[in-house]
């Protein structure tokens, strides 16, 4: 059914999160309000055959034919190599501007892809749709346009520093992966029921045992992780809660390390309920009330697009100069 926008505004661009596992798309008016939304489970490991271009027909084909030549951008994994065209990494230090000029039009299309952003040097590292999350959270908070840290948790979390309203470096923790592939494939996970639950009053003691845990330990995170198994053996921990404590354990040696590295966190960007955890774990080290901020994508996507597109730069009553859709 064809939304109904109504007072909210005409269409002005199709915004898509495209990631690994999944495919969220937007339909944004003026200022970046979304008009109407869709989640697939088709992120690009989820595309049969890589035809990334019948999805991208699929979802967004009812807000083509109602808007035709409305502009589209897409951020995340699709603009990687095992993506649809891949969008070269623009290195950091970079703000909004360099990753502008950084867009990649997909051939036969109207949609351009971000890319994503590279750290070289002695610690080289890599992000590919977080930049978009950094840059909405950063349009929608001022407060962070100066030297700020930003946590992003995920399956491969970030700890950001930005400077000057541009992303000045980052580091990369493997928690979220760590934790799925040890309740999966290692003696860790088989202690616990099969059955996922939500956190209660058992598991978030659980869990912040294990925060406290990694953070008061000084013989390694391989060590620790044992203790998944053997405080269950002595009848220390009930193996119900077993995944909540090795949770503690690897986002608790996560939190550590970052706050060792940066000063405290200044926002805590991604999912609600996982952002929840992170800012418990905080809590735990004495770092109380970070904020949150939830899904920032469509935000950033707007932003981007909005330098990066003249009709939108229009509709926005804006003078902001155009940027071409080239690759760095």
């Known amino acids: ?26 339909l944004l008016g003026d200022a970046g309000v979304v008009l109407d939304r869709r989640a697939e ?121 930005l400077a000057e309203g541009g992303i000045a470096g980052f580091t990369t923790y493997m928690t979220g992966e760590l934790f799925a592939v040890l309740r999966a494939h290692s003696i860790l996970g088989r202690l616990a029921s099969p059955d996922t639950r939500p956190i209660g009053e ?17 013989q390694g995170l391989a060590t620790l992780l044992f203790s998944a198994r053997s405080a269950v053996l002595v009848g220390d921990l009930s193996s119900d809660d077993s995944l909540e404590y090795l949770s503690g354990l690897l986002i608790g040696d996560e939190v550590r390390a970052g706050l060792a590295d940066e000063k405290r966190p200044d926002a805590i960007i991604g999912e609600p309920a996982l952002c929840a955890r992170y800012a418990m774990a905080l809590a735990t080290f004495g770092v109380h009330d970070v904020p ?8 950033g996507l707007w932003s981007i697009a909005s330098l990066a597109t003249p009709t939108l730069q229009r509709g926005e009553g804006s003078s902001r100069r155009s940027v071409s859709g080239r690759s760095n």
């Open 202 to 218: 058992a598991a978030e003691a659980a869990f912040t045992r294990g925060v406290h845990h990694a953070g008061g330990a000084s």
């Open 1 to 26: 059914m064809t939304p109904d926008h109504g007072a909210r505004g005409e269409a002005r661009l199709i915004a898509l999160d495209w990631g690994t596992s999944s495919l969220r798309a937007y």
């Open 292 to 299: 949150i901020v939830g899904d920032a994508a469509a935000a």
């Open 41 to 161: 489970p088709l992120g690009i490991l989820n595309v049969t055959d890589r035809d990334f271009a019948s999805v991208f027909a699929a979802v967004t084909e009812e807000w083509r034919r109602a808007n035709p030549g409305i502009p589209a951008l897409a951020s995340g994994m699709i603009g990687s190599a095992q993506g649809w065209v891949e969008a070269a990494y623009v290195d950091v230090p970079a703000d909004l501007d360099a990753v502008a000029r950084g867009l990649v039009t997909v051939p036969g299309t109207t949609l351009r892809l971000v890319p994503g952003l590279a750290q070289r040097g002695a610690s080289p590292d890599v992000m590919r749709g977080e930049e978009t999350q950094i840059f909405g959270a950063l349009a929608q908070r001022s407060e962070l346009g100066g030297r700020a840290t930003l946590v992003m948790p995920g399956t491969h979390s970030k700890w950001v520093r």
